[in-house]
């Protein structure tokens, strides 16, 4: 295997800031982003790990492919939030999960506003 690939923290909050009417509230242990008041995502400096909104089937499927980099979190409301370790994830993937727990929360007139990441890699083949 190759050498691990770090996102840092810089580059997640990049990926997060590109998004549309995103609100960040700092808690005492980590950092939330939601928009238009609902929550998407979170982010733990001291593990270097995020927590992502997803489907109920994103969920169980990246945590099946690959429990080295996700966890599940928890469930509520009908999705499944994961848990993402950054020093095991490429920024392309993360950048999709990213836009997609932004996607499951934002409304229909934010999310047309915002390109979806996986277009623009489209040329780009995705192992698997």
């Known amino acids: 295997m190759g050498a691990a690939v770090v996102v840092g923290s810089d580059e997640f909050f990049r990926m997060v800031n590109a998004l549309v009417d995103v609100e960040r509230s700092e ?3 980590y950092s ?5 008041g609902k929550r998407f995502g979170y982010y733990w400096p001291r593990t270097q790990t995020v927590g992502l909104k997803q489907t109920l089937s ?14 599940e979190q928890f469930t509520a409301g009908g999705f ?5 370790y950054l020093a ?3 920024a392309d ?3 999709e999960l990213v836009f997609e727990a932004w996607r499951l929360s934002a ?9 979806d990441p996986a277009d623009s890699s489209s040329a780009t083949t995705r192992g698997g």
């Open 93 to 95: 993937e993360l950048s």
């Open 88 to 90: 095991g994830i490429e």
């Open 80 to 84: 499944g939030w994961v848990v993402v």
């Open 107 to 115: 409304p229909e007139d934010l999310v047309a506003q915002v390109p």
């Open 58 to 71: 994103e969920q169980l499927a990246l945590v099946a492919e690959r429990p080295d980099v996700f966890e």
């Open 27 to 29: 808690g005492g242990q």
């Open 32 to 36: 939330s982003f939601s928009v238009r």
